[in-house]
């Protein structure tokens, strides 16, 4: 995949929504992650009775990819049924300015996927807390 293919990243991220487990909301989102070196990884939303221990799409793809040993992050694409595309939650802001701070965050909503809106991941959370390793007490 080239590292410019919205379009594509945010089909991917459409399929990884079918796979959604919200028995709760029914709030289905997807997310598909891609790697500098062209590689997609997906991730969808898992609720929880116990809400604060539901997971957002965005988290399972990040700790997916993590997990295999990526690092390196072109952009994010997330899907929902969402007027103008699904946004990140605060968590997931967080999680991204750490791993993934100059990756694009892709929006749509699944009833149009051609319309894509971009965001920095800069933009969506200013002023991000971010550790300095090896600074502990």
Known sequence: MKRTD??????AAARARQKAVAPYSKF???????TRSGRIIPGANVESASYGLTCCAE???????LISGKKNFVA????????GGPMPCGACRQLLAEYA???AVWVADS?????????????????????VPGDSD
């Open 111 to 131: 009833r149009n996927l051609n319309v894509i809106r971009e965001f920095a991941v800069g933009d969506l959370l200013p002023g991000a807390f971010l550790a």
């Open 28 to 34: 289905q989102v997807g997310a598909a992650i891609l």
């Open 6 to 11: 919205k379009r594509g990243l945010v089909r």
């Open 59 to 65: 988290r399972v793809a990040l700790f997916n990819a």
């Open 76 to 83: 994010i694409a997330v899907v929902a049924r969402a007027p």
């Open 101 to 103: 701070p100059h990756a």
